[in-house]
């Protein structure tokens, strides 16, 4: 029997909403006379047989360091900011009872940990598909669902829950991605927000994502990204989240492409804050051409990622010398590139003509 039961997701919010409260959680599932006691300000969970299960996040994973189990839930192992390190603290701690197990449940991103673990002798492995769920599904979801990814790269690891190797020709590999990562940035002298606009009106159901990504340069004269904001807005609304980024890292200046209605872009974030330091910049190449410069400043150690950006790096990984594999448009990836074209490969660019949100000293 488990008597010490971490259960580890992605943020504080996906343990508690997912893992203990979700229609699939804890608390759902167990029937009453069994039902444990939820206390959410200790993180805790008590069974009447006095086992015990306590709530950790990806994001510290140093709140594993010194508590002991014997058995682990982690959920969306996957898309965990500092998997790797997260998953190691996890494991200096599962060290009580005869024999401590863990189960992880995720979606397949082929990151290096999740390979480790899938290639351990002690690990089994089920797989299910969302064919396989469909009892469970609504039957319109599963329709656009699949209408939408069968037969896709991403629709193979989504649907049919497969683990997929690096794109052949891939600018960007899983492994190159898990070495650029670090905990946390240096002092930075300049930070940017760069935003790839969609074209649509940015509906949640509908067209493309709206990229923004913020990054900065390191007084060591590394770039790093800091926080993708990519959403689907309407203009307004994503025009408030891309200034709130600037103003949360104290930007320099923030960047879009024109190609996509720059002057929208422009009038978008002006209307929100008409101080705010803005650059066009024109994609005069295609984005693999665009992505090629800044894909070889990772081979070269130059780019750093605090943490990790599942969805962001999903993006990279489809990107191919012969074109961009993945599904949609690379929103993501795209306001990365210009982030980081701007910081390490437009040092001759213009002074911006207008106030800053903070300086870097």
């Not at 790269?153 to 590999?173: C, F, I, K, S, Y």
């Not at 959403?231 to 879009?256: E, N, Q, S, T, Y």
């Not at 795209?334 to 982030?339: L, R, S």
């Amino acid at each position: 029997m488990l008597g010490r039961i971490a259960l580890v997701a992605e943020t504080a919010a996906d343990a508690r909403d997912v893992m203990v409260e979700g229609e699939s959680g804890i608390l759902s599932v167990h029937p009453k006379e069994f039902r444990p006691l939820y206390e959410p300000s200790k993180r805790r969970l008590t069974w009447p047989n006095g086992a015990v299960a306590t709530l950790y996040n990806a994001v510290e994973p140093d709140q594993l360091r010194g508590p002991q189990h014997d058995g682990a839930w982690c959920d969306e192992l996957a898309k965990w900011r500092y998997a790797g390190e997260t998953w190691d603290q996890l494991q200096f701690g599962l060290r009580l009872g005869l024999q401590p197990r863990q189960v992880v449940t995720t979606t397949p991103r082929p990151i290096p940990v999740l390979k480790q673990i899938m290639a351990a002798e002690t690990t089994r492995t089920t797989r299910g598909s969302t064919y396989e769920n469909r009892a469970n599904l609504a039957g319109t979801f599963l329709t656009e669902v699949v209408k939408k990814f069968e037969g896709t790269r991403l629709g193979r690891q989504e649907l049919n829950a497969e683990v997929l190797d690096d794109v052949p020709g891939a600018l960007w590999t899983r492994d190159m991605l898990d070495a650029c990562r670090v905990r946390k940035a240096p002092e930075l002298v300049r930070v940017v927000v760069a935003v790839d606009p969609s074209g649509t009106k940015g509906e949640e159901d509908t067209g493309d994502a709206i990229g923004i990504v913020a990054a900065g340069k390191g007084v060591d004269g590394n770039a790093y990204i800091l926080e993708d904001a990519t959403c689907k807005l309407p203009p307004a609304a994503w025009g408030r989240r891309a200034v709130a980024l600037a103003a949360k890292w104290k930007a320099d200046r923030i960047v879009a492409e024109r190609n996509f209605g720059g002057a929208m872009v422009e009038h978008v974030i002006r209307s929100v804050d008409p101080r705010v330091s803005y650059r066009e910049v024109t994609a005069s190449r295609g984005k693999v051409a665009r992505a090629e410069p800044v894909a070889a400043l990772y081979e070269q150690s130059c780019v750093r990622h605090v943490g990790a950006f599942p969805e962001m790096e999903d993006q990279m990984c489809s990107f191919a010398t012969n074109g961009y594999l993945g599904s949609g448009s690379p929103d993501r990836a795209d306001a990365a590139v210009w982030a980081i074209t701007e910081l390490m490969l437009a040092a001759q660019a213009a002074a911006p003509i207008f106030g800053t949100y903070g300086t870097k000293r």
